[in-house]
Nanobody, 117 residues
Framework: QVHLVESGGGLVQAGGSLRLSCAAS??????MGWYRQAPGKQRELVATIAIGGTTNYADAVQGRFTISRDNAKNTVYLQMNNLKPEDTAVYYCNVKHVKLLGVSDYWGQGTQVTVSS
């Protein structure tokens, strides 16, 4: 069973910064990333990072957020700078393991990020 332990959420004023961490058990994952879900909205991609370091960001966070990973610790990070009230959401860690027979997909429990104006 895969365990994802998230940390780093909280309350911050607009313009501030937070750093999220997600430590994963098990294998080294092909893709690690963060998604978020605001009240009344669908879950959306924030950023992903592949095992080789290739990154992908949502347009809304490009230039403000930075995703990174430490394969030795099996941990993914999300550095969030210049936070805006519209960044308020529950942030979920996601890891994917791509195998010959398919993709295994795992989610963290979520961590709340609240940005006050």
């Amino acid at each position: 069973q895969v365990h994802l332990v998230e940390s780093g959420g909280g309350l911050v004023q607009a313009g501030g910064s937070l750093r999220l961490s997600c430590a994963a058990s098990g294998t080294i994952y092909t893709l690690m990333g963060w998604y978020r879900q605001a009240p009344g909205k669908q879950r959306e991609l924030v950023a992903t990072i592949a095992i080789g370091g290739t990154t992908n960001y949502a347009d809304a966070v490009q230039g403000r957020f930075t995703i990174s990973r430490d394969n030795a610790k099996n941990t993914v990070y999300l550095q969030m700078n210049n936070l805006k009230p519209e960044d308020t959401a529950v942030y979920y860690c996601n890891v994917k393991h791509v195998k010959l027979l398919g993709v295994s997909d795992y989610w963290g429990q979520g961590t709340q990020v609240t940005v006050s104006s």
